[in-house]
């Protein structure tokens, strides 16, 4: 049968959208376009309420005997999609549950078999050139404001080898960049004994030409590995990016978030990993409105902001999720918790239209991982700087661009001629 995965949410829910279909095509079942789908799978996301609204619109539209819903907004709050229409809803889509949906989907023996023979020898499935590999599941953090925790449970790392196996097939069937996912990446290992040095140290021992991307960490765990994560960082496999949530820069609602670390930690954390990679690109995510936040809150988180000076700032304003110690505290109204949001984004992009000019009329290695639009296609730089390339190069391959334009959001480019 024809199947067709949509996926909303976090790069760890793509990375379980390539598991289950890497697993359905073992099953004997064909990937395929929405209109020739016989079987329609949502991954789901339940990170705010507006993301939720967004994904129940979409399952309202496909409401029917072919949909599946999965992930997490079945597995934390399965009572808020009773009304849409559907085949089946299950939790989590990974391996296992792919197994399941298998299982419903019928396939003639012989052709089962056939194909068994076919993909007993297959890689992992791969976006273009960039493919996904969740490292972990869950997290032990307390975060009272987190409704992915109910879905996802405490921490199980994946074994090494298992990792370092998937990794090899995915840069053997064409893979050049290898985006490393998780809950927290920096928590990997906690439950096994090893740690995400340890994983990287060994992943950068894999021949090939491929990049590296470590996704999102939360301070407190990378705190406890920091000075091995610096050293990983400098392997020309690795990008010099980091991903790191400040959450507030207020000790008091950090504090009231369940975060476990003040604002002087993640400066501090910031400096160090600066200090040896001058040009590291440094990602954070700010909640405004968090219940009890005061006006003098904000403006630590703003300050903070202005001294951190990072690349770019994920601004999400405050949503109750359903069963959280969060929710249980006095909402404010939206419209203090939008002018604050407009306020964080206004600075960010500032700071980021400046830290961006710095690249223009410079020459930078890169590699090109997606197509563009306009006959455009799409780079990364060794510090995971995004840059639009006019041209043509080819995916995957590492070519010289030089800058010729900027903007808050990524670099513009142009081939060397040879």
Known sequence: MNFHIETYGCTANFGNSEEAKATLIEYGHQ????????????????????????????????????????GCIPASMPETIGQIGCLKRIGLLN??????????????????????????QMSPVCRDVCAVV??????????????????RGKLVSRRMDEVIDTVEKMVRSGA????????????YGNDIDTSLAELLDRITEIQGDFKVRIGMMNPDTALSIQKELIHSLKSPKIYRFLHMPVQSGSDE???????????????EIVKDFRSVHPDITLATDVITGF??????????????????????????????????????????????????????????????????????????????????????????????????V???????????????????FFLSGQLLPY
Do not use: H
């Not at 929405?34 to 949502?42: G, K, N, S, T, Y």
């Not at 391996?95 to 007993?120: F, W």
């Not at 969740?134 to 879905?151: D, F, M, Q």
């Open 291 to 388: 219940p009890g936040e005061t006006e003098e809150d904000a403006k630590e988180t703003l300050e903070l902001i202005a001294l951190l000076q990072p690349d770019k700032v994920n601004v999400t304003r405050f949503s109750k999720r359903p069963g959280t110690a969060a929710a249980k505290l006095y909402d404010m109204p939206d419209r203090i918790k939008k002018e604050r949001s407009r306020e964080m984004t206004r600075l960010w992009m500032e700071i980021a239209a400046r830290r961006n000019e710095r690249y223009v009329g410079e020459v930078l290695p890169v590699l090109v991982t997606e197509r563009g639009r306009d006959s455009t296609m799409k780079a990364r730089a060794k510090n995971y700087q995004g840059i639009v």
């Open 95 to 120: 391996k296992r549950s792919a197994k399941e949906i298998g299982g419903i989907l019928k396939v003639p023996p012989d052709r089962k078999a056939d194909l068994s023979a076919k993909t007993a």
């Open 253 to 267: 609602i950090l504090k009231s978030m369940g975060r476990r670390y003040c604002a002087s930690d993640f400066l």
């Open 31 to 70: 990937p395929s376009s929405l209109e020739d789908a016989d079987i329609v799978i949502v991954n789901t996301c339940a990170v705010t309420a507006k993301t939720e609204r967004k994904i129940k619109r979409r399952l309202q539209e496909l409401d029917g005997d072919r949909l599946i819903v999965a």
């Open 134 to 151: 969740n490292i972990s599941e869950g997290c032990n953090g307390g975060c009272t404001y987190c409704i992915v925790k109910k879905a």
């Open 176 to 187: 050049a960049e290898v985006q490393l996912a998780a809950q927290d990446t920096a928590a």
């Open 390 to 408: 006019k041209g043509n190069p080819n995916l995957g391959s590492f070519i010289d661009v030089l800058v010729t334009a900027s903007n808050p």
